[in-house]
């Protein structure tokens, strides 16, 4: 049951985007974590651990790492769709032949 459901294409590619989702979702919080980090001595007293880190600098690794986990998930997804119909038309193929 559960490899029928991942053998159904709308499935594949609504997988596939929300991988380019995330994907992009964390370009953008990454490009905002960067304009967010402290220049100067903000840098300094952060790294000293003075004052806090921006909300955005301790999400953004998170972004990442899910955005990441996603994009693993639909190419072994994809892999395993490619891989399931390779093995349907070899069994076509012999079906026919016999």
Do not use: C, Q
């Not at 459901?5 to 974590?33: D, P, Y």
């Not at 921006?54 to 891989?83: D, E, H, N, Q, R």
């Not at 399931?84 to 070899?90: I, L």
């Amino acid at each position: 049951m559960l490899g029928n459901a991942l053998k159904n294409r709308r499935f594949h590619r609504s997988v596939g985007a929300l991988a380019g989702l995330t994907s992009a979702l964390s370009v953008i919080i990454g490009m905002l974590a960067a304009y967010a980090t402290p220049k100067g001595w903000g840098r300094v007293t952060m790294a000293l651990h003075l004052t806090k880190k921006p909300f955005i600098l301790k999400l953004a690794p998170l972004i990442a790492g899910t955005s990441v986990a996603i994009a693993t998930a639909a190419g072994l997804l994809s892999f395993y769709v490619w891989m399931a119909d390779r093995d349907d038309a070899v069994d076509h193929k012999t079906d026919a032949e016999s």
